[in-house]
């Protein structure tokens, strides 16, 4: 039995992409905001100028896409990004690029698995929907 047919109303994955979007786009500026002005020293995670620029950067693509309220390019913006992520995980253990230009760190490859993991599961589902709401 479906979940529609079980009275259940189906799951709006494009609303749920833009939510966690929501959340992660602020986070990834904010990662790259602290990068940029704590010590390097306070840091578990990489803190190079580079690294925390591309959190910012692409933080502030994923809230553009949030406040364009596309579900389709929320999905599009998870599965990529968790797919980078994943990458970069396997990367950093292996020494590929980028990951002494991002100067890659071992609480870097959990956190690159942990959310790509996570970002990849959402983007898959992927949603036309283009003014689902947050």
Request: no cysteine.
């Amino acid at each position: 039995m479906t979940a529609s047919a079980a009275g259940a109303a189906p799951v709006n994955w494009g609303r749920r992409n833009l939510r966690l979007l929501a959340v992660f786009g602020p986070v990834l500026i904010a990662t790259g905001v602290a990068g940029l002005t704590l010590p390097p020293g306070l840091s578990l995670m990489s803190a190079v100028a580079p690294y925390d620029v591309f959190h910012i950067i692409f933080g502030t693509l994923g809230l553009a896409i949030v406040l364009a309220r596309s579900a389709r390019f929320a999905s599009l913006f998870n599965l990529g990004f968790g797919a980078v992520d994943l990458y970069q995980a396997v990367a950093g253990v292996a020494g590929f690029f980028p990951a002494r230009v991002f100067a890659l760190r071992p609480a870097d490859h959990v956190v690159h698995v942990v959310l790509g993991l996570l970002l990849v599961a959402f983007g898959v589902h992927r949603s036309d929907e283009v003014d689902a709401a947050v």
